[in-house]
Each structure stands twice: as C-alpha cells, then as structure tokens.
C-alpha cells in the first residue's frame, strides 16, 4: 500500500479513511485531525491557559506533545494514586516527558491528600474504578478552577467518547447524554473541559504515540479487572469493521443532531446541585460530597 | 438444566432469562410474553378487526397462531411478490396454514396489480429490498385501510426492532426515532400499525414455531444478499452475548424514556404528507407516490 500524500510505502493503514500514510505523512494526518477537533469545536484558543490531565500513557502523552507542538499554552497535571508498583513509574514517565518537553507540571499526591487508592479500594465492596474516576474528575476540577486555567484538556480519543456515547444511549441516560461532547462548558464551580483527540481512534494515537516514540506506560491498572466497557468496546469494534468510518459518523451525527433532542435535561442537572460543606465543589449529594466523604472515613479508620 | 417452571429436562435455554423451559411450559412463556406484549402497551382488544401481513415465515406463522388461539378477530393477508421458485411456495404454505387454523386470507398479488418484484429490480441499479419493502408497506396500508380493519398485525420480532432502533440510532434520524414502537397509532390514510411479538426474539420465535411444528417458508429471499442489516445483527448478537437482556433493555429504556425526546419531529412529519394524485395514499412526493410511480413506469416499458 501507498501513502494517499506523498505515494512512498505506507506505514500505517485506516480503513475509515480508505488510506494508507507512510510515517511522516501520518503526523502530518494526525495534526489536522487534532487541529481540526479543537478548532471546528472552539475547544479552546491561544490565549487560554489549559490544564492537561497526563496519566502518562499513550493517549495524554501524545495531546501534551500536540498541544506544546502547536504551541498552546500548556500545564501538565499528575494524579499519583499512590498504587504500589504502577503510580510510581508512571509519574517516573510524566516527569521525564514533561521535562524533555519543557512542560510545567503539577502533581496531586493522593497518599498526602489522604486518598490513596488501594486504602480507597478497601472501603468498597464493587470495583474502585468508578470512585477512582470520581476523585481523579474531582481533582483535575479542583485544581483548574483554584489555579485559574481556562480549560482542562484530557486524552480521551473517539473510541473513549463512542463508548460512552454508546452506554449513555443503550441506557437512554438524558441527563448524561444533554452534555457530552468535545468540550463541557465551565460553569459556577466547573472548569471548562474538552477533549482535542476525539477525532482519533485509539487505534490511531497508539500508531502516533509508537511513531513519534513517545515512552508511555501502557501497563494495565492492577485494579481494572472486570470492568464492563470492554464489551461496548468489543461491539463497537465489530461494527467499525464492519462499517469502516460508522464510530466517528454516529458521534458526530449525535453532536450534530441528536444532542439537542436531550437538551432540556441540561437545567435540572444543574439545579440540583450544591456546594459540598467541606470543600466547596458542587455536589448533589445535598451535605458534603463523595470524595470529602471517602478522606473523612479513611481519616477515622486510621484515628 | 431443568426446566424453570415444572422441574422437568429443559428443552430450551434462554440467557436472556437465566432459566430452560420444557417444551410444554416454554409455550407458557411464549404466550405470556405475547400477551404482555399486547396488553401493556395497549396494540388492539378482543373488538378489533385485525389484518395479520403473513409471509408464510416463522414469525408472521407464529404471529398469527397465538391471536387465532388466543382469540383475537383476525384476517390474513398474504403478498405474492411474484419471485420465480419463491413466491409460489410461500404462498402455497399460509394458504394451507390459514385453511388449517379456520384463518380467512386475503392474497394480494403483485404480478395482478402490475408490480411483479422481478420486473421492479430490473428498474433499479441498487438492491431492491427497499422498494420491495415500500411496496408491501403501501399494500399492508391500503388494505388495512379499505377493508375498515381496525389494526394492521406484523411478525417483527425484538431483533427486527432492535436493529432498526440501533440503525436509526446510529444515524440520529430523529423523525424515524419520533414514532418506533410496538404500536403506531391510526392517522388521516394510516392504519394502526402493530408488533405483538416485539419482546421476543428471533430464537425465541424460531424455537416456538419448531415446537408448536409450524411448516413455515425459511429460503432466504434470493434478491436479499448484501443487505447492511445483517452487520447490525451480528454486532447487536454480540452486545446480547456479553450482557444477557441488553436488547430488551435498550428497546424498552427508548420507549420510557428516550422516544419522548424525539417528540417534537412528529409534527413536522405529518405536515409534509399530501395525498398521491393517483391512489390517494399519504405521499411526501408532492405528487404521486412511489409505488405509484414504478407503476406507471413498468406499465409503459410494457406498452
């Protein structure tokens, strides 16, 4: 196979595009489609100050170096979980990219900040995954909206936001299904959020994290078994191959049409929210939030 | 495995209900999933004149053998679409199907009325299944219509709704997800439409008509190959086998809660409708219809 560009041997293949890119056109493919996520979305713009969650693996590694290479005013953010043999060496990997790229970096430490994850995990019964996420949310909110930056930007590709477009659909979830999207708007208590690779494929940024050769930490969480997105994921896979390019049409065709439909859900979901007695951040709960909640029992257990 | 209900072997295995049926008891279930079907979402009562579109399949056959004994008024009406080696033999089934059961049936043929499918796909350079489908729409429709019935009954099973839920999903078609649903209501040229099997699936149907030993017409279709639907069914078979009743579930969450969200796209559906110059049928054409139209025209190839 050619490249559709420049007609050299192809490195990379996307059956949704019907083309092949030899590796240096790639990253020229890739940049477009991360420019052309921001900007078709007004995600952010040059003047905004934006937050970058790095968790260091593939997806947030290779939108810190887009961002910096296009020339955003970029902060890197590091939740350390505090996971015995996996947080450790990923911060290892985050720090050393951030430096090698100039990149200021915040760490939140989740054992000083009384939360770390396996102590969390002892308190469930189900899976952490879902609290893990909560108090990952919790703080790249916290820290945006306390050190003022405009927007905070995560890694989340097209097969994240397909996925959960598709769940929050199977489910006829209206309340989730109002506000998702590339980019979340700030509002009382919330930064702005957005997403610039939900154009690409994990497929894709993996092929672009592999080329660029960004050193990433692609172990799985020790934590992860058994959570149910696989499935979505798998039947979602199924259908792209059999309907190349069918992931990114039914996203866009629901930003483009289908979101409007759960519009009105959008003002009872912010109506019921509060700030946390504790902490401040809106929460629903009606007294103190989720996460302040977990830091006080850990901190009774351990008195 | 025992069956669920009397203890006995099992002869069927449903993971959807994590329990077998013996053969006996699984018509039990069988009809209670009709019956339910019927009866919650109000689709037509024991004082409705009901038409019952017979393909001489499984599920039209099965279809019609639960409202004969469950005591429904019900009229057959068979399609002959005038399919060499096809059409003869699945007419030749509900014929002896209707005269078996005591059915009054109504055949309408396609090769009388000028429309002989055969002739239809020599018109067209793409698949003719859609016009194939329009075609018995139309028909289902002006016989419900002029014959004063009260309700139109078709075989569609919870698979043949899923997947059209799901296409119609995927392309966020907000008018078609307006009005999905086990029952369409009558309106000015429509007949009340209606799906009494929609919460079984086809295996389930298949395995009622092996067991009440229905002698149904099973050859596929031979101008159906290379339809888009089977992707859909095999990617909605793999959701099912991952998470056991998702089908139902999806189906039943957009009836509670998602199709009200499409509501508004009724309207203006309606108001794009004239009657068809020629017949009079509801038409968005502006002038006459479609089948009209393949009409007119095989009638002057002929000529």
Redo the contacts between chains.
Sequence with gaps: MKCKMCGETAAVSLRSCHAGFCEKCYQIYFRRQVKRGIESRNLFSRDDRILAALSGGKDSLALALELVELGYNVTGLFIDLAIPGSSAKARGITEEFCRAHGLPLIVADLGREGLPIPEVKKLLRRPVCSMCGKIKRYYFNKIAVDGGFDCLATGHNLDDEVSRLFSN????D?AYLSDQGPVLEACPGFARKAKPLWRLTEFETANYAFIRNIPCHSDPCPYSGGA?FG??K??LQ??ES??PG?KL??YL??L???RE??AKEQESKADALAPCWECGAPTSSGDICGVCRAKRTLAERRA
């Design positions: 659909t199977l489910r006829w209206k149910s499935v979505l798998n039947v199924k259908l059999g309907m069918k049409d039914f065709g629901f483009d049409r289908g439909a759960f």
